[in-house]
């Protein structure tokens, strides 16, 4: 089972980044899949999640700017990042599970995660 992130940058606010986790050892069709993002100095807090039926759920904080979607078919989880903040500075990590419900809140009790890949917007 392995889970591999892609698309992190630098971008400046406001700007925009497409996030992609390609998962191999397993079809993802049957898994709630999500992100997670650790900031410099933070605790890892839930972002999204999809669930195997497409109903996908948000954190406050990124609600409106931020879309999950799946593609069973490539096996992959991606997630568009718009109007980027500063404060969505953080490690982006996608994660999945079958055994909780899938909503964002439950995201740091999933059992699979990927290895990240680094958000960084400037000012």
């Known amino acids: 089972v392995q889970l591999v992130e892609s698309g992190g940058g630098s971008v400046q606010a406001g700007g925009s980044l497409r996030l992609s986790c390609a998962a191999s050892?397993?079809?993802?069709?049957?898994?709630?899949m999500g992100w997670i993002r650790q900031a410099p100095g933070k605790e890892r807090e839930g972002v999204a999640t999809?669930?195997?039926?497409?109903?996908?759920s948000y954190a406050d904080s990124v609600k409106g700017r931020f879309t999950i979607s799946r593609d069973n078919a490539k096996n992959t989880l991606y997630l568009q990042m718009n109007s980027l903040k500063p404060e969505d500075t953080a490690m982006y990590y996608c994660?999945?599970?079958?055994?909780?419900?899938?909503?964002?809140?439950?995201?740091?009790?999933?059992?699979?995660w990927g290895q990240g890949t680094q958000v960084t917007v400037s000012a």
């Open positions: 050892g397993y079809a993802i069709s049957r898994y709630c």
């Open positions: 999809v669930a195997s039926d497409g109903v996908t």
């Open positions: 994660a999945a599970d079958r055994r909780f419900g899938c909503m964002w809140y439950q995201l740091l009790r999933f059992a699979d």
